[in-house]
């Protein structure tokens, strides 16, 4: 079993907890709402199939906006692919947006995920790009 699901706009990291003077906890607008992205364009590649139950890779690539600030020269390395990005924001953070918001849809749980692939671009067109493989569809409940 194979699932691609690709997110339109600028990939969004975990963001940390954050409390309330009460002691309250919540998560960031900005993360919740990429992660609610990321779990309806599950739901929708899912087509209604139940999650996968065996071990799964996860390939994840971010392309992130070229800052505006740069040269046109830089811009053309960055589009290259010359450049790496290598600032804000960092590569884990980014994919445990993602397996958080797969997480109950493409598989039963995170933990299941035994291979990863990601990586970091630019790109003027901002975007996340995900695959997701199990071994076998016997894997499925």
Avoid: C
Wanted: proline share 6%; hydrophobic share 40%.
């Amino acid at each position: 079993m194979r699932i691609s699901i690709t997110v339109p706009g600028e990939p969004v990291a975990k963001a940390r907890p954050r409390f309330t003077r009460t002691g309250h906890v919540y998560t960031p607008k900005k993360t919740a709402y990429f992660e609610t992205a990321v779990k309806m364009l599950s739901i929708r590649a899912m087509k209604s199939k139940q999650p996968i139950r065996g071990a799964v890779s996860l390939s994840v690539s971010f392309f992130l906006p070229i800052p505006q600030s740069w040269s046109l020269t830089k811009k053309t390395q960055a589009i290259a692919g010359k450049l790496r990005h290598t600032k804000k924001a960092d590569l884990d953070n980014l994919i445990k947006s993602i397996s958080d918001g797969m997480n109950g849809i493409v598989f039963a749980d995170d933990a299941q995920i035994d291979v990863i692939h990601a990586r970091k671009r630019y790109s003027t067109e901002p975007r996340t790009e995900i695959i997701v493989e199990a071994e076998d569809d016997s894997d499925r409940m």
